[in-house]
């Protein structure tokens, strides 16, 4: 292998991984040694301590106060099928995909729910689907950031205000990192795992006034599991809105979670963290511009993503290859990377076009951005010199 000489930068943090995500700048285990371990969660601490991440939660996303907020199992994707399962089939679905997760929905909604008054609206990697073709009398399912593309709706002027339908959308990668538009929304999940870095596993679903109409004057005609009821006898069931979780949580997960969000209130809160992720990704952005060996996934600016950002290789030798030597080659790339401790998890998505997939989330430290790019131009050199 050809020797090219190292960059004199390196990255203080090495993680860029899409999920889970890095740790908030300076964490260390000791921010949770005031966890309520080995208590129940449903004892007095515990339920204070989940009231409370829900409380912040809504303080710091702007969340409304008629909209209810629960912690739920199963990361993003629990509480995501949660909606699915509990919500859709009382009248037709447009269901949206531009990448592996939104597709993933669209195999639940048609296969194991097996609706058939659905509407598909499919766009390759890099491009969205025409959203002025989304009928609002239907309810609209939609990731708005697309984690494995890198491609996120530009805003929520697409979405009708007097829509018919319900709104239900994975928020999980744009959560923390966009101003989100709650009027237009019906459902929001997201996991803990992703801007914010914490710890998987735990979910949450927020429900705005329509979604809480519709659960409490609709059942589906399948059966629910415990795990995916959110009413009893017609009625919500409120405490899972107010710290009392379906099943057991882990109070040291929600002690992280705690901890970022007390983070986040102490860095600038939502406006802060948009800030951070923007100007992560302006980093990217402003390299991109000057290599001509890589560009964005994404092909339209206003739709790339600012906290999973998604790039592929354009040099022209690289090109020639075949699809599966293309893909080897991105994968090269990302594991010099990782051999040298500088970026770790940054290959592209195992379902998208081959590529690189660089984390810059808010918990991302922009000095961190600009000397990976350096990196990334060595890593690049070194593999093709050794091809």
Not at 324 to 334: D, E, L, M, N, V
């Amino acid at each position: 292998m050809t020797v090219i000489k190292h960059p004199a930068l390196r990255p203080a943090n090495a993680h860029f991984s899409s999920g889970p995500c890095s740790k908030r700048p300076e964490w260390s285990l000791e921010a949770l040694q005031d966890a309520c371990l080995g208590r129940s969660h449903r004892s007095k601490p515990g339920k204070t301590k989940l009231a409370l991440a829900i409380d912040l939660t809504r303080d710091i996303l702007n969340i409304p106060a008629d909209y209810k907020i629960g912690i739920v199992p199963g990361s993003d994707t629990g509480a995501v099928e949660m909606a699915l399962w509990s919500m859709l089939g009382a009248r037709g679905v447009d269901m949206l995909a531009w990448e592996s997760f939104g597709s993933g929905w669209i195999t639940d909604v048609v296969k194991q729910l097996k609706l058939d008054n659905v509407t598909q609206h499919i766009a390759a990697y890099g491009l969205l689907p025409d959203l002025e073709k989304i009928n609002f009398d239907n309810d609209v399912v939609f990731t708005w950031n697309g984690t494995t593309s890198g491609v996120r709706v530009p805003n929520g002027d697409w979405i009708a205000d007097d829509r018919q339908g319900l709104t239900i959308c994975d928020a999980t990668s744009a959560v923390f990192a966009t101003d989100l538009p709650w009027e237009k929304l019906d459902v929001v999940t997201y996991s803990w795992q992703k801007v914010l870095g914490s710890e998987g596993a735990h979910g949450m679903i927020i429900l705005s006034p329509l979604a809480v109409e519709r659960l409490e004057n609709y059942t589906p005609v399948w059966p629910l599991p415990k795990i995916f009821r959110l009413t009893k006898n017609g009625k919500l069931i409120d405490g899972i809105f107010n710290g009392a979780t379906i099943n057991t949580p882990s109070m040291l997960a929600l002690e992280d979670y705690l901890d970022a969000l007390n983070w986040v209130k102490n860095n600038g809160g939502l406006a802060g963290m948009i800030a951070r992720a923007d100007k992560n990704a302006t980093e990217i952005a402003n390299w991109v511009a000057k290599t001509d060996w890589v560009d964005f996934l994404p092909k339209v600016i206003e739709t790339r993503s600012n906290t999973s950002v998604c790039l592929k290789v354009v040099d022209a030798d690289i090109l020639k290859l075949d699809a599966g030597q293309q893909a080897k080659f991105a994968k090269k790339i990302a594991g010099l990377l990782d051999a040298e401790n500088v970026a770790k998890d940054i290959g592209g998505y195992r379902d998208a076009p081959a590529g690189l997939r660089i984390w810059t989330g808010s918990t991302i430290e922009a000095s961190d951005v600009t000397a990976l790019m350096l990196w990334l131009d060595w890593a690049f050199a070194s593999a093709k010199a050794d091809l």
